[in-house]
C-alpha cells in the first residue's frame, strides 16, 4: 500500500517510499546513534535503545495501524519517519529524523503531512511523541506549526547526559 504523495520523487533526486527494504531498519538506527552523538553529545547507549525500539517497532509492525516512510536521495536512505498504533485511538510519532543533507527542503513537512493524512485516514484521534530538548527550537518549531502542544516534562540521566525529555501531543479532528 503506498500513501498518496509516497513513492513519487519530491524533487533533487529526493524520493519518499514506504515499502521497508532491506537495510531500512539498520539505517534508522545508524542515522539517530550517529546524528544524536553528534547533535546532542549521547553516548552509545542511545542507539541501542534505539535498536530495541526499532527492532519491536518491525516486529510487531501492523500494516493497518502502523506505517514507516523511508526518504532517500539518489537512492541513499536520507531519513524516516514512523507512526505506531498505540491505543485504540491513539498513535505514536518515532523515528523522525532527516540526514543534513536534505535538511531545509521543506522535507519534514511532507513527511508530517503524509503521517497526520495516515493517522486521520485510521482514526486516530491524538498522536504524540518524546522528543529530547536538544531539538529545539527547529523539531519544536515545526511540531507547533502542526498543532502539537507540550504536555509534559522530565529530567532524565541516561545516553551519557543529564536532559529534559519532552512529551508532546496533537489532537486530530476529521
Avoid: C
Amino acid at each position: 500500500m503506498t500513501d498518496a504523495g509516497a513513492g513519487r520523487p519530491v524533487g533533487s533526486g529526493i524520493t519518499i517510499r514506504t515499502e521497508l527494504r532491506a537495510g531500512d531498519i539498520g539505517a534508522i538506527i545508524a542515522l539517530h546513534g550517529t546524528a544524536y552523538e553528534e547533535d546532542a553529545g549521547f553516548d552509545r547507549s542511545f542507539e541501542a535503545y534505539v535498536a530495541a525500539g526499532v527492532g519491536d517497532f518491525f516486529i510487531s509492525f501492523d500494516p493497518d495501524r502502523d506505517r514507516v516512510w523511508i526518504v532517500e536521495e539518489d537512492g541513499r536512505f536520507a531519513g524516516s519517519i514512523a507512526l505506531k498504533g498505540r491505543a485504540t485511538d491513539e498513535a505514536q510519532l518515532r523515528y523522525f529524523l532527516l540526514d543534513g543533507s536534505v535538511r531545509g527542503q521543506g522535507l519534514g513537512r511532507r513527511l508530517m503531512d503524509l503521517l497526520l493524512a495516515f493517522a486521520r485516514e485510521r482514526g486516530y484521534r491524538r498522536i504524540w511523541l518524546l522528543t529530547d530538548e536538544e531539538h529545539t527550537p527547529a523539531a519544536t518549531h515545526l511540531y507547533q506549526s502542526f498543532g502539537f502542544r507540550r504536555t509534559g516534562e522530565t529530567r532524565l540521566d541516561r545516553w551519557g547526559n543529564s536532559r529534559a525529555e519532552q512529551r508532546w501531543e496533537l489532537e486530530l479532528t476529521s
